[in-house]
């Protein structure tokens, strides 16, 4: 963690333009617009900065990009989406048609038969999806990120993200801090974070930038 000591006179004043954007703190909206107390709550005030998604889907940005770990392959969209609040770029789909259960859910842990989240990560870049090579494994807060905690669910904005499941877990690249056997996952339909021993089979998605 790095601190960078100054005066508080020198910082943008809360809620004061600067150039085009509005300094709130540089948190993210919730996504959440229903209030459910008629004042005060989160859906109540919207405080944050709006999601801005980019969907690439022409050029490099077309097609599939075939990913094999034993003798299973996953033909992944080659669309991503680009986060220009986080400029983070995210494959759009997630892992499809591998793992153990030939289901997309891959062990954090890279088992007995060379199927894990890291092994599927190196296969992707060996296979440059979307024409990159420098993918990884998002930590647990650029997967928070994603999070749009509007009623029924908190799944990703669906334009953006049209195929992400939204009742299984995601695997984070974050190790759980008091146990590291564990690894922490999250689960989209509630936003429920915890953490799992790292044998269990999650999906996983693919990022870059940051």
Known sequence: MRAICGR??????????VGKERILGGLLKTGQTTSYNSYADDGYYEKGLSKQYTILTA?????????TLYNRTDLISNNCVYDRRTRLMWSRDPS????????G???????????????????ANLAKVAGYSDWRIPNVYELQSLLNYEAPSAKPDTTAFPVWPDATAFWSSTTEPASTTQAIRLVYVNAYISATNKQTAHYV??????
């Open 59 to 67: 050029g490099q940005y077309d097609g599939t990009t075939s990913i």
């Open 105 to 123: 859910k891959l062990p954090w842990t890279t088992n007995t038969n060379g199927e894990g989240i890291f092994t599927y990560l190196d296969a």
């Open 96 to 103: 499809d048609g591998l793992g153990p259960s030939a289901d």
């Open 8 to 17: 508080l006179s020198d910082m943008p004043e809360i809620g004061k333009e």
């Open 205 to 210: 998605a693919l990022v870059r930038g940051g």
